[in-house]
Each structure stands twice: as structure tokens, then as C-alpha cells.
């Protein structure tokens, strides 16, 4: 893609987009203006990714590009071509729920759920970049998000407890051997 | 879809955006990390005939240190979290480590750049505060020529600057930490994240002081004064938060505005001393 002329699109044209959706390699049609949000909800039928606000503030349509957390309604479908796209499908691959998942489902870190795939998406990406965050670091990560119904105290506690546990999963072959 | 109808440009080297702008001007909006943009676009509060995007143009996804002229060098494309992440940020220029927290949120940072919030040119944004705080400058290049603003001349107002329709702003430079120097940094918002109602940012040496203050005027605003202390410092910022025309708006009265400078700027100077 680095190699890549420079292309122009005009309105109201259709232009294919390819990109990798969760590990698979998946396009579809879209025009200047769609939004990503839309594109992988609508023409990739990935219905995970929410869409709240529309204009960055409640973080529910929150992706990763390239492996980062962004907001995909702040983003056109065009800027993904040849790009990785994970959204929160692609953390429960088997469907079998990943340990961020689990950690959510144990401390009822989720009521109606809406706001949850961004909320995910975003920890999952901090706690590669912080393996061991402070419980301010947690807020201050989570305050990119928001939710109504559980005060955020229970989304912490997951957070917490999810990189407690990798930790020690991390920690433990050491532990044996000393 | 939300936005008007537009054409789009993957612009994959500055060239190839340079020529549109130069062709289209006006018309024409730069999208770099589109965190500002994408949202003005979904409310149609811009309706741009062209969309020129810079976020994969590899020549301007640039962040460097610059020894010899004593800059940190941001080229358009950076993200804000290109830059937050640096290992040595902190030795680099501490007063942008100190102010990165406050900008939006972890997610925003990761896609929004440095230069587009220099460009958008909001008055209550931390970057302008920072680059006006330093002293630092922009890199305007046109199809025909290249030219270097210092911030001060570069923002003119709310959401006004002097980038001419076929400039792009190439890269800003921040200076690096100078010895002596100390800083201080922030803000006042109704949550974490927010816009500022008032941000103030400080650079302290032995013997001076300089204040700037974004959120109040149309414009970030320094003030330099000798190193003051005690009843002079606040008498010097009961004088600043007058002269920068405080007015009332939805959020917060003038008044309290004025009560924000005086103590926010007491406080970030204080720190820095």
C-alpha cells in the first residue's frame, strides 16, 4: 500500500474498499461520505460496533485501526482500504468470550450493553500499551467513554482485574522455576 | 452517512496535495486525523467540495528532534499520540507531556494530530496554548513557496489563522527544553476531557515569568513579566485577566472567567517556580 498512487473519488461515485475485518479479508461498496461506522455495520454486517453520538463523544463505535483504538464514526469507510479493522467480534473469535470479556461478565461491568464493544475495544488496546494500570489510569482511559447505567465503578473493577489476572499468568512460569 | 456530499483525495505524498489545494482552495478542507473535521462534517457545519486526506501521506507522519535549531518537529500527519508516547517527551519539551492528559481523551489523541488542532486553531485548545506558550512555529508550504510564522502571528482570532487557502501547515516546531526553565500546566473544565474554560500554561526562568492563557481571548495570549512574587504576581494577574476581555457564554460568567486567570495562573506558576 506504502507504493500507492495518490486516487480521487468524486461524489456520489462507488468505490470498492478492502480491508481486514478480525483477521479475514472482506469489501464492500461505499461512497465518499459514508462513514466507517456505517460501512461495517451496514455493508459488512459486523452489528457489534455501536453507534451512539455520532460525532466522537460517547466512544460506543469505538475500533481498532491498525491496532488502535479510534472512533469509527470519526472516520471515512475510504480511509480503511488496505487496512486492518478489528471491532469487538474479533475478541471472541471462537465464540468463546476473551478474558477482557470475562472479566466484564464477572463483576457486571455491563447492563443494557450498549456502550460496552467500545468500551472493550479501548481496553483492549490501553493494556497492551499499560499491562499494569493504576485504578486513575483505568478512569482516565475509561473517561473516553460513556456510560449510563453502571457508574463505571464495576467497568473499573473488571479492567483491574483482568490485568491482575495476565500478570500472574505472565508472573507464574517464573514463580515455578525460582 | 452524515456529511454533505464531497470528492475525496488519498493524497499520497505532499505534492499531490499541494497541487489540489493550490487548484481548489477554498473548496478545499485537509483531513489529517479528522477529530475536529469528521465531527464539523456530520453536523454539515462544513460542507467542503473536496476532501484532501493526509493521514497516509508517509512524508508528513514525522515526528523529530531537531538539535541544532532547538526543535521538536511535528509534520502534519503525526498523531497526538505519536507524540504523547515518546520514551523522552518529558526531557524534550515537558510543557507538551504536562498538557497532553488534558487534550479530549486516550482515544482522540490516537488519531487526532498535532498540526490539525494547530489549523483548527480553537482558542480553548491546549496545542495553540502550548506552541504560543513556547514560542513556537509553523510551517506553512503552498505549490509556490514555504514560509515560517511564529505562532503568535499565526492564530488570528477563533478558528482563524493566517494559513492562505492554498497552504497546508506542513509542521509545527516546538522548542526544546531550555535549561533553566521550568513549567506548568492547567486547566479548568466542566469534566475531564472537556474543552477548557480557562487553561493556563507557564514558563518560568530565574528571572522571568511568562503566562499563556487559552480559553479567555479569541486567541491564546502571553504575557511576559520580571520573576514576580507575593502581591505583585497576583496584582499583575488581577491586570491580565481584565485586559484578556472575558465575556459571559452559556457555561460561565465573565467574572468567574477572570477568577479562573488569577488563580489558575497563580497556580501553574507557582508549580513551575
Known amino acids: 500500500m506504502s507504493k500507492a498512487s495518490s486516487n480521487t473519488m468524486r461524489q456520489g461515485e462507488t468505490q470498492r474498499v478492502a480491508l481486514t475485518l478480525n483477521g479475514r479479508a472482506r469489501s464492500g461498496l461505499c ?24 460525532h466522537g463523544v460517547c466512544g460506543a463505535c469505538t475500533v481498532h485501526i491498525d491496532g488502535v483504538a479510534a472512533r469509527s464514526c470519526l472516520m471515512l469507510a475510504v480511509q480503511v482500504h488496505g487496512r486492518r479493522v478489528d471491532t469487538v467480534e474479533g475478541l471472541a473469535p471462537d465464540q468463546t468470550l476473551g478474558d477482557l470479556q470475562q472479566a466484564f461478565q464477572r463483576h457486571h461491568a455491563l447492563q443494557c450493553g450498549f456502550c460496552t464493544a ?6 483492549a488496546d490501553y493494556l497492551q500499551r499499560v499491562p499494569d494500570p493504576t485504578e486513575e489510569q483505568v478512569r482516565e482511559m475509561l473517561s473516553g467513554h460513556l456510560c449510563r ?9 473488571a479492567v483491574l482485574d483482568v490485568a491482575a489476572r495476565r500478570k500472574q499468568r505472565n508472573e507464574s512460569p517464573e514463580a515455578v522455576h525460582a | 452517512m452524515k456529511p454533505a456530499p464531497f470528492d475525496y483525495l488519498r493524497a499520497m505524498t ?23 473535521l469528521m465531527a464539523v462534517l456530520n453536523m454539515r457545519l462544513a460542507q467542503p467540495r473536496l476532501l484532501i486526506d493526509i493521514s497516509r501521506t508517509e512524508e508528513l507522519n514525522t515526528v523529530r528532534v531537531d538539535n541544532e535549531a532547538g526543535y521538536l518537529v511535528v509534520g502534519a500527519a503525526a498523531t497526538q499520540g505519536s507524540v504523547e508516547w515518546r520514551e523522552w517527551l518529558v526531557n524534550e519539551t515537558p510543557l507538551l507531556m504536562m498538557a497532553f492528559p488534558y487534550i479530549s481523551h486516550f482515544q482522540i489523541r490516537n488519531r487526532g494530530t498535532v498540526c490539525g488542532s494547530i489549523a483548527h486553531a480553537d482558542p480553548s485548545a491546549e496545542l495553540p496554548l502550548v506552541l504560543t506558550a513556547l514560542g513556537g512555529e509553523v510551517v506553512l508550504r503552498s505549490k509556490k513557496k514555504k514560509r515560517v510564522l511564529a505562532a503568535a502571528d499565526f492564530f488570528q482570532g477563533m478558528l482563524m ?34 474543552f477548557a474554560m480557562v487553561a493556563c500554561a507557564a514558563v ?23 520573576y514576580l512574587k507575593g502581591d505583585d504576581l497576583r496584582g499583575a494577574l488581577n491586570d491580565l485577566s481584565w ?13 468567574y472567567r477572570r477568577h479562573l486567570v488569577r488563580q489558575l495562573g497563580w497556580r501553574v506558576i507557582e508549580e513551575a517556580k
Open chain 2, 243 to 255: 485586559k484578556l476581555g472575558a465575556q459571559d457564554d452559556a457555561h460561565i460568567s465573565a467574572k
Open chain 1, 149 to 157: 447505567c453502571t457508574g463505571y465503578t464495576p467497568i473499573v473493577a
Open chain 1, 118 to 123: 467500545g468500551i472493550l475495544m479501548s481496553c
Open chain 1, 31 to 54: 461512497e465518499t461520505r459514508d462513514l466507517l461506522s456505517d460501512f461495517i455495520r451496514h455493508e459488512l454486517g459486523a452489528t457489534g460496533t455501536h453507534v451512539g453520538c455520532e
Open chain 2, 161 to 194: 489563522t493566517a494559513r492562505a487557502p492554498d497552504e497546508l501547515v506542513e509542521a509545527v516546531r516546538f522548542p526544546l527544553k531550555k535549561p533553566g526553565e521550568r513549567y506548568g500546566f492547567t486547566e479548568f473544565s466542566a469534566r475531564h476531557g472537556d
Open chain 2, 14 to 36: 505532499t505534492q499531490d496535495a499541494l497541487d489540489a489545494l493550490a487548484e481548489t482552495g477554498e473548496d478545499a478542507r485537509v483531513l489529517a486525523g479528522g477529530q475536529s
Open chain 2, 204 to 226: 518560568v526562568t530565574p528571572d522571568s515569568i511568562s503566562l499563556a492563557v487559552g480559553g479567555v481571548a479569541d486567541r491564546p495570549v502571553v504575557e511576559r513579566w520580571p
